[in-house]
């Protein structure tokens, strides 16, 4: 049975950090593609950042140089480092990992305040 878990989210003042984490299990992070979404009230479901199997990144243009993804397979474990956080990354943060089929953790809310 493969489960994403992930947690670290919590409320946080604009500017700040949190690191979330996710732990899986039933899967091997290092052979899927691993990425974080999130999720905003009244919007759709966004591609955050993602981690390939060999280890290049991509993050969407707005977390650019704010936001870090980072795996240890050792750990069989994915992070977030978000820094500098705004009030429009409020959402709901959802692990993701994809190899075939596609599975997601059952999320963490972020909430940024001003």
């Known amino acids: 049975q493969v489960q994403l878990v992930e947690s670290g989210g919590g409320l946080v003042q604009a500017g700040g950090s949190l690191r979330l984490s996710c732990a899986a299990s039933?899967?091997?992070?290092?052979?899927?593609?691993m990425g974080w979404y999130r999720q905003a009230p009244g919007k759709q479901r966004e591609l955050v950042a993602g981690?390939?199997?060999?280890?290049?990144?991509n993050y969407a243009d707005s977390v650019k140089g704010r936001f870090t993804i980072s795996r240890d397979n050792a750990k069989n474990m994915v992070y977030l480092q978000m820094n500098s956080l705004k009030r429009e990354d409020t959402a709901v943060y959802y692990c993701?990992?994809?190899?075939?089929?596609?599975?997601w953790g059952q999320g963490t809310q972020v909430t940024v305040s001003s």
């Open positions: 993701n990992a994809h190899f075939g089929t596609t599975y």
């Open positions: 039933g899967i091997t992070v290092s052979i899927y593609v």
């Open positions: 981690i390939s199997q060999y280890g290049s990144t």
